[in-house]
């Protein structure tokens, strides 16, 4: 499995990602490997951003942050000078045992998708 935090649905990044990974389902589910986004939005504003986009994967919404902090991605964030809590954009690869086999902290969008999947075709 492949589960990755997003800070928001409907952002430039956000979306990039997102697209990237629909676009990428089909590989990863050759491999039986499923695709997760989680953020703090909620389940309908997740549909709608599914819908705007045509995404294909899954959205868990996790509006109490409960997962998110689990994770350890919900974190103090700074934006010019402005500081706030938001979700660190990263991304955890989960062999079939259920173990973490690879976790991406502070993730960079482009070329992501393809990251995760090459990792991923190591697994199986």
């Known amino acids: 499995m492949v589960l990755y935090a997003y800070p928001k649905d409907d952002t430039s990044g956000c979306t990039a990602q997102a697209v990237d990974f629909t676009t990428l389902k089909p590989a990863f589910e050759q491999k039986g490997i499923t695709v997760v986004g989680i953020s703090p939005d909620s389940a309908k504003k997740h549909d709608k951003f599914k819908q705007k986009h045509g995404l294909d994967v899954d959205l868990i919404a996790d509006e109490e942050k409960t997962t998110l902090q689990a994770l350890g991605v919900w974190k103090e ?13 990263s991304t955890f690869l989960i062999d079939k045992d259920g173990r973490l086999a690879q976790i991406w902290r502070k993730v960079s969008v482009p070329g992501h998708a393809q990251e995760v999947l090459a990792a991923a075709e190591q697994l199986v």
């Open 77 to 89: 964030k700074s934006m010019y000078g402005r500081k706030y809590m938001g979700v660190e954009r």
